[in-house]
């Protein structure tokens, strides 16, 4: 299993970024796809997470509103648009994967990408 992240780069607050993860090696059409972030000095934290049939979504709290999570299944991708973004969301984004939504919202989930880096300037 690979995921692999991109999009990431230094951006200015207020600017929108998306951030894309690419799958391969696992059965796409029935994992649940989820972002985290890890700020400097910070634990890894929950950002999204969507269902195998992009029936559920969930966004923390902190970025509600501003960041949505999607699937593009033709392309085995997952996307974080992230939109009015905050010198607070300078992070490492790391893509997960796991058979079912619930665990892919975890740190348990079974499947991780190296992270792709987010910089926002005031």
């Known amino acids: 299993v690979q995921l692999v992240e991109s999009g990431g780069g230094s951006v200015q607050h207020g600017d929108s970024l998306r951030l894309s993860c690419a799958a391969s090696g696992l059965p796409w059409a029935t994992y649940a796809m989820g972002w985290f972030r890890q700020a400097p000095w910070k634990e890894r934290e929950f950002v999204a997470a969507?269902?195998?049939?992009?029936?559920?979504?969930y966004v923390s709290e902190s970025v509600k509103g501003r960041f949505t999570i999607s699937r593009g299944n033709a392309k085995n991708t997952v996307f974080l648009q992230m939109n009015s973004v905050e010198p607070d969301d300078t992070a490492v984004y790391y893509c997960?994967?796991?058979?079912?939504?619930?665990?892919?919202?975890?740190?348990?989930?079974?499947?991780w990408g190296h992270g792709t880096r987010v910089t926002v300037s005031s």
């Open positions: 969507i269902s195998w049939n992009s029936d559920r979504s």
């Open positions: 997960a994967a796991d058979s079912t939504i619930g665990q892919a919202r975890t740190l348990e989930a079974a499947y």
